[in-house]
Structures are given as structure tokens and as C-alpha cells.
């Protein structure tokens, strides 16, 4: 796979792991000392933000530096307990250059709710996602939230945290944030869908399978194909009139035999 790192200068990659918890805070992705953000340097050390900090008022000199072991080796204050996580990724994908982790409201009650996003029902998510699986719960702050990620993360570049939040994945931690938009944004819509379907009792609809391919052709997506979902109205009534059919033939043919 090749190595698509981002290559800004280390105060430019610091000044982006601030701004994107401002983002994260001001959109209400994060609340109180929620989430970590790491970014990894073309030296293999990983600037990461610290623990028991709000990243809405990160700023740059609270950073913290650690090498790929995990030992801190710069920085005043003490290096997010889930610096593991971001770590184990790096090892799993040399593409990565940065990892957000937060807890988008909607997307995270999917994930509480043990709900993936996985409808193929909006291009701009096949093409720059893919499907959003869910990993099981790993208990924070050790080695065990990491485990249950790792089968996925090495194919998709957002994953929701069963009853915790989203950890999506970048070539830089705006790539990565950007992500975590996306994601925040399709959760929505699809809550939406979902309750406006209910109030009409009909399936909602995703796009088919020559769409997806159609999409997937055009833009050279690389990522996991999401799923087709329920079918639209019209194909479920044609699939009922033919198991209507078919056990109309089955009882025909049982009348038959004991004539």
C-alpha cells in the first residue's frame, strides 16, 4: 500500500491537531474533556493531545510527543490514556497519518443502539467511505478498546465504537475530520429517513446495484462496498406476488395428490 502521509512541517501538523479539537468542540462532536487526536511525524513520533483537557481550548504548547512505543518524550502534561489506540493503527496502516476519536451525537446513538452505517443510499459516502462498520465495546482507556477495531480498520477509514463514539482515520487530521463530518452527516440523514419511512410504513429505498457500481466505477473507490439495504417498495411487492405464486403452486399441487 503506499505511503500517503501527509508531509506538512511539524508546527503546521501541530497547529492542524488544534484546530480540528476546536472543530470537534464547536460542533458539538465532543463534550467536556472528550476525544483524542493524534497525527503521526515523518520521523515515526506521534504528537498526540493530552488527557483531562477540553479540545475546544487545545492549543499548542499542551501537546505531548510520544515515540512508536508509546513513551512520551516531550510535552508538559500527560498523554491521552487512549494513545494506544491511535498506535495500533498506525501499525496497521502505513497510509495513515492521523486519527481523530469523538462522540458525534447521532452517530455515536447508532453505535449505542448497535447500529452500523452501512445503507448504500448516499453518493458522496460510497465514494469517500464506503460502508461504517461497528466494532464491539473495548472497555477505554487500555489496550482493550483497541481490539475489537482492529479487524475493521484496516479496511475502512471510519468505524463506530459500540456504546462509545467514532474513531475515523487520514492522510493529515483535517482528512481525518473531515471524516468524522461525513460520518456525523450520513447518521443524520439516515435517523431521518428512517423516521419519516416509519410514518408511512414503507422500506427506504437504496440506490441499486448498478448505481453503486456505476459510482464505485467512476470515482476508482478502493473502500468496502456498503450494503444494498431493504429493497425499494415496488421490487418488496413484486417479491411478494411471487411467494404469493409459489405457494398458491405448493397447495395446488398438494390438492392434487390427495384427489
Do not use: W
Not at 13 to 32: H, N, S, T
Amino acid at each position: 500500500m503506499p505511503d500517503r502521509r501527509m508531509r506538512g512541517t511539524v508546527h503546521q501538523i501541530r497547529l492542524d491537531v488544534c484546530e480540528v479539537g476546536r472543530r470537534l468542540y464547536q460542533l458539538g462532536f465532543v463534550a467536556a474533556n472528550d476525544g483524542n487526536i493524534s497525527a503521526r511525524l515523518a520521523d515515526g513520533r506521534v504528537v498526540c493531545t493530552p488527557t483531562g483537557v477540553s479540545k475546544g481550548f487545545i492549543t499548542d504548547d499542551m501537546l505531548t510527543v510520544c515515540d512508536a512505543e508509546g513513551r512520551q518524550v516531550s510535552g508538559r502534561m500527560a498523554i491521552s490514556s487512549e494513545i494506544a489506540m491511535h498506535l495500533q493503527i498506525y501499525r496497521q496502516r502505513s497510509d495513515v497519518g492521523a486519527v481523530v476519536h469523538a462522540h458525534p451525537p447521532t452517530a455515536t446513538g447508532y453505535a449505542v443502539s448497535g447500529l452500523a452505517l452501512t445503507a448504500c443510499v448516499l453518493p458522496e459516502v460510497i465514494v469517500n467511505l464506503g460502508r461504517i462498520p461497528l466494532a464491539a465495546y473495548g472497555t477505554p482507556g487500555g489496550d482493550e478498546i483497541v481490539e475489537p477495531i482492529l479487524p475493521l480498520i484496516r479496511d475502512h477509514d471510519a468505524v463506530l465504537m459500540a456504546n462509545h463514539g467514532v474513531v475515523t482515520v487520514g492522510r493529515d487530521p483535517l482528512d481525518a475530520h473531515f471524516k468524522m463530518e461525513t460520518v456525523e452527516h450520513f447518521a443524520r440523514i439516515d435517523l431521518v429517513a428512517r423516521q419519516l419511512r416509519t410514518l408511512d410504513r414503507a422500506p427506504t429505498p437504496s440506490l441499486s446495484t448498478d448505481q453503486v457500481a456505476a459510482l464505485r466505477e467512476r470515482f476508482a473507490v478502493q473502500q468496502p462496498a456498503c450494503d444494498q439495504g431493504p429493497p425499494t417498495t415496488e421490487t418488496a411487492m413484486t417479491d411478494l406476488e411471487q411467494l404469493i405464486e409459489a405457494v398458491s403452486r405448493e397447495v395446488r399441487r398438494q390438492l392434487g395428490r390427495t384427489e
